[in-house]
């Protein structure tokens, strides 16, 4: 016999019942894949998010000067090892960087559209939903698309070239890159890394919900609608600390074109060097 229909549709879960899973520890088992999977996406899309801001600080010290910038790279290098740079360093992190974004992409993969069906469906859901936070969750996708392009070629180009680490030689990759290109590279990964981190501290919680109150109007003025500001704001000011560090990378390269030296490595002088100071 089956179910009447009076019985199987006698309650609609709504916007509350459905976040908070009401029912479901009566629901049959699914596999503990998608759980797991999930918590690596968090942890490598954590890592990368945290990584963003020091990324920033790396690159925007060519702002500083070449010295400092050159300085860092030779930091990096493990110049203060024995007095020479180490390619296998730069490779190491790069290769673990690396090894995060393909861990990532290959968990969130699975949230991509399919069909352009599908992607017909979200765009719709998107526009009935009308909440911020769905829009976030779109912005993601469509970052994480153009992302999927852009990053490759970026740590391609570090990893298989370690010695490329020089501000003239960054500079005049960046100049044949061109403005809009890095420039597009930069707000997909802004936007995309720090609505990341916003979306991570709303999924594992830090908000105290109350399961009285409706789900959505959790967009009222809360702590939430506080934190999705500040991080729009901070998003903004990653935007505008790039464009600054790329202008100064572009000038540099445009430099290095003009004077026709494209592969001349900069030199530390040796009053600003850090590992080989004026004697
Ligand atoms: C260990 C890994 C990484 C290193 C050592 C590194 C290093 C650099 C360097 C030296 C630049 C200067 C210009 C250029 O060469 O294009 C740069 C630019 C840039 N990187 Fe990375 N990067 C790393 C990973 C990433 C990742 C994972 C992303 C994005 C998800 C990213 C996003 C960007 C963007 C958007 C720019 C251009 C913006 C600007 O010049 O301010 N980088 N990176």
Same mark, same amino acid.
């Not at 069906?117 to 765009?123: M, S």
């Given at each position: 016999m089956t179910t009447p229909d009076s019985i199987k549709y006698a309650h609609t879960p709504s916007a509350t019942d459905n976040v908070w899973g009401v029912g479901?520890?009566?629901?049959?088992?699914?596999?503990?894949? !998608?759980? *797991?999977?999930?918590?690596?996406?968090?942890? !490598?899309g954590?890592?990368?998010?945290?990584?963003?801001?020091?990324?920033?600080?790396? !690159?925007?010290?060519?702002?500083?000067?070449?010295?400092?910038?050159?300085?860092?790279?030779?930091?990096?290098?493990?110049?203060?090892?024995?007095? =020479?740079?180490? =390619?296998?360093?730069?490779?190491?992190?790069?290769?673990?960087?690396?090894?995060?974004?393909?861990?990532?992409?290959?968990?969130a993969l699975r949230r991509f559209p399919t069909s352009y069906?599908?992607?017909?469906?979200?765009?719709s859901?998107?526009?009935?939903v009308h909440h911020e936070d769905t829009t976030l969750w779109y912005v993601q996708l469509i970052t994480a698309f153009a992302l999927f392009f852009l990053v490759f070629p970026h740590l391609m180009t570090m990893l298989t070239n370690p010695h490329g680490f020089d501000p003239n030689l960054i500079g005049v990759h960046t100049y044949h890159n061109g403005l809009l290109y890095t420039f597009i590279f930069l707000v997909c990964t802004e936007l995309h890394g720090m609505i990341g981190l916003y979306r991570l501290a709303v999924k594992w919680d830090i908000f105290?919900?109350?399961?009285?109150?409706?789900?959505?109007?959790?967009?009222?003025?809360?702590? *939430?609608t506080g934190l999705r500001k500040g991080m729009l704001v901070v998003a903004l000011l990653m935007i505008v600390g790039g464009s600054i560090t790329m202008w100064t990378n572009y000038s540099i390269g445009a430099d290095q074109v003009a004077k026709n030296a494209e592969a001349e490595r900069y030199v530390v002088p040796a009053e600003a060097n850090w590992y080989a100071p004026a004697k």
């Open positions: 479901l520890k009566d629901a049959k088992r699914q596999s503990k894949c !998608t759980a *797991r999977l999930d918590v690596a996406q968090s942890v !490598t954590l890592i990368l998010g945290i990584f963003l801001f020091c990324h920033m600080g790396f !690159t925007g010290s060519v702002n500083f000067g070449k010295d400092l910038f050159a300085n860092l790279i030779a930091t990096s290098g493990g110049v203060w090892l024995d007095g =020479a740079d180490h =390619a296998w360093m730069h490779v190491l992190f790069v290769g673990f960087i690396f090894l995060c974004v393909i861990i990532h992409m290959f968990c069906k599908k992607l017909h469906d979200l765009h859901h998107v526009k009935l105290a919900k109350n399961p009285d109150s409706k789900i959505m109007d959790q967009r009222a003025a809360t702590d *939430r």
